[in-house]
């Protein structure tokens, strides 16, 4: 096997859909919205973490693989819930779970309320979000019985747990407070601290957990894991924020996920705060005054993009992405080349250049 992007996606996808856990959920729109996202196509970016991280140290990448399913159920849940407090709609080129479920149930259930359908699609979604978590801890476990060692696996679950999850978790809520704080009260430093835990730290997560596999040890503070962990750190903030570029400037059908939802949502992302310090006050009402409002039509979208390239928002927001970028490969460049520091590194350039 070459262990590249599309084949990672294509394991990772077989190993959830073939995985004998949801067998156990009876109730069928339950177990089929468990699997809805699996299903669909995915970046598997941080799967490939696992994956090629463990390729820097080891030839018995196959090890690794349960853990990389893991991280990307793990991940999925996050999505799921991250939908309901957002209220979109659409996620990997798809319904969002909690609009697949109610949709289903008006099908399904003659004569079912739209008000009550929505509230049984968030009710059912926040369940499903419950169940893949523990999917994930379980898919861990099972990566024993392909080698991985019980200390290393009760290391991985512990972190994930203990660390990854209430960092996350804060990360999301912190993201929620910020939409009911002026943007004029945010500071890159305290976006950039929601952003790391919100994001950069499964990224970590995801390569420190490759790293133990390929060299057999437990150890979180080994020299070698931290610093992988730092690589897939700056990494994973450059593909967010790349994210929230594509989120303004991209391609609905390309992207796979509502254009411009993040201004409708008032979200205050770093490029959202940078425009607010950048523009002018007669563009700054109009840009405050389209901030978290519904609806917003596609010529103002295009207006606010506007707006956001003539003030030099998206270009610095550009230039800090290629800062990231730049930390990371630097510390890429300290580890031996062999294909799957290749990997790593054809992978930063698609952070930079890709669309979707």
């Known amino acids: 096997m070459n262990y590249d992007l599309a084949e990672i996606q294509n394991l990772v996808k077989?190993?959830?859909?073939?995985?004998?856990?949801?067998?156990?959920?009876?109730?069928?729109i339950l177990r089929d919205s468990i699997l809805e996202y699996p299903s669909r196509k995915s970046k598997a970016m941080r799967p490939a973490l696992v994956i090629w991280s463990c390729g820097l140290f080891s030839k018995?990448?196959?090890?690794s693989l349960k853990v990389a399913a893991a991280i990307e159920i793990f991940h999925i849940w996050t999505l799921v819930h991250d939908d309901i407090i957002d209220e979109d709609d659409i996620r990997r080129g798809g319904k969002s779970i909690h609009t697949y479920i109610k949709e289903k149930a008006l099908s399904q259930y003659n004569g079912l309320s739209l008000e009550k359908a929505e509230k049984y699609g968030y009710n059912l979604a926040i369940l499903v979000g419950d169940v893949q978590q523990a999917w994930a801890n379980k898919l861990i476990i099972d990566s024993i019985q392909?080698?991985?060692?019980?200390?290393i696996a009760l290391?991985?679950?512990y972190k994930l747990n203990h660390h990854v999850n209430p960092h996350l978790s804060t990360g999301e809520a912190l993201d929620s407070e910020m939409e009911i704080l002026e943007i004029s009260d945010q500071s890159t430093e305290t976006i950039h601290n929601m952003?790391?835990?919100?994001t950069g730290r499964l990224?970590?997560?995801s390569a420190e957990c490759g790293a133990l596999i390929g060299l057999n040890t437990e150890n979180f503070e080994h020299h070698q894991v931290k610093k992988l962990g730092d690589f897939a750190e700056n990494a994973g903030l450059a593909f967010q924020l790349k994210d929230d570029?594509?989120?303004?400037?991209g391609e609905i059908d390309t992207l796979g996920k509502p254009i411009a939802s993040d201004l409708e949502q008032g979200k205050r992302t770093l490029l959202f705060v940078t425009a607010a310090k950048k523009l002018n006050d007669d563009d700054l009402n109009y840009f405050l005054d389209c901030l978290g409002k519904n609806n917003i039509t596609p010529q103002t979208v295009e207006k606010i993009c506007d707006l956001l390239i003539n003030s030099g928002a998206i270009q610095e927001v550009e230039n800090k992405i290629?800062?990231?970028?730049?930390?990371?490969?630097?510390?890429?460049n300290e580890f031996p080349e062999n294909k799957y520091r290749a990997r790593l590194e054809q992978w930063l350039k698609l952070i930079t250049s890709r669309t979707k």
Request: glycine share 4%; aromatic share 6%; proline share 4%.
């Open 14 to 28: 077989n190993t959830l859909l073939n995985d004998p856990f949801t067998d156990q959920i009876s109730m069928p």
């Open 60 to 63: 018995n990448i196959q090890q």
């Open 146 to 151: 392909d080698g991985v060692s019980t200390d």
């Open 155 to 157: 290391k991985m679950l």
């Open 195 to 198: 952003m790391n835990l919100k």
């Open 203 to 205: 990224f970590r997560f």
């Open 245 to 249: 570029l594509l989120g303004m400037i």
């Open 322 to 332: 290629l800062e990231h970028i730049k930390k990371a490969e630097a510390i890429l």
